[in-house]
């Protein structure tokens, strides 16, 4: 995406350091200013834990990559065409064929659970063995709906996300950038971005969040920030995709010099 949309406007962006390059391309190519403040580190688990967990488990029928990070650290476990296999959207069904394979079911539209489930092979399911690989927890809305059509689920964890740590100087030197004005928005991606900026900004920087746009793809993160930032100004982005968030963007900065 090539546009001039964002002269002057300085986006945080907190993806995880490895996936956020390419939107911090075309935030700097759109004229703006990102400043990479990554709030969750992905680390791959164990591989000897992975490979004892995936030998006890049954061989299954389908199987779902709920993120792209599970492609990166998950794909080796799946063998030949012995299995389905299920992404939660664009950019992991990319990253499935980018490793040379194919998605064979992906959503129709969207990028999430519920259109996942949408999905016209994923809707009797009776007696199939489904497996979900993912990183450590998240949302069981996937598996409770697969096992209440009448499937079998289970999960392997091949990643987990930590969330990142900063020096007092550090924070301080964003705090001093953001009240002069500095940070005009705030991208987060996920709910578990949302919770790990929290956790990781000082009391003065939560403050700021309540006064600076943020922009999400997820509905989801529209109603987190919604419970904790009183009167949040939240803008939704169509997808996740690079270009609908610098859209989303640029869409935010006309709206606050307007």
């Not at 709920?66 to 389905?84: P, Q, R």
Request: charged share 25%; aromatic share 4%; net charge negative.
């Amino acid at each position: 995406m090539n546009e001039t949309g964002l002269g002057g406007f300085v986006v945080l962006v907190t993806r995880p350091e490895h996936q956020a390059d390419e939107l911090v391309t075309a935030i700097d190519e759109a004229g703006g200013e990102a400043i990479r403040f990554p709030v969750i580190d992905i680390e791959p688990q164990d591989s000897g834990d992975v490979s004892r967990c995936l030998e006890a488990l049954p061989a299954a029928d389908i199987t779902i990559f709920i993120s792209t990070n599970a492609v990166m650290y998950g794909l080796h476990c799946v063998n030949g065409d012995e299995t389905a296999i299920a992404v939660i959207g664009p950019a992991t069904k990319s990253a499935i064929e980018s490793a040379g394979r194919q998605a064979d079911i992906f959503p129709a539209q969207g990028y999430d659970s519920e259109h996942l489930l949408a999905a016209a092979e994923l809707q009797d399911v009776s007696g199939k063995i489904i497996r979900i690989i993912r990183g450590d927890g998240g949302r069981e809305l996937l598996a409770d709906t697969l096992r209440e059509r009448g499937a079998t689920v289970d999960y392997l964890s091949v990643y987990r996300r930590l969330t990142r740590t900063y020096s007092p100087k550090l924070l301080a030197g964003l705090e001093h950038r953001w009240r002069d004005g500095q940070v005009n928005c705030v991208i987060a991606m996920s709910v578990d971005s949302l919770d790990s900026l929290f956790e990781i900004l000082p009391s003065g920087c939560r403050e700021l969040l309540g006064k600076t746009p943020l922009v999400t793809p997820s509905t989801r993160v529209l109603q987190a920030a919604s419970d904790k930032i009183p009167n949040a100004k939240v803008l939704l982005a169509d997808s996740p995709t690079t270009d609908d968030m610098v859209r989303a963007l640029i869409a935010c900065r006309r709206a606050e010099s307007g």
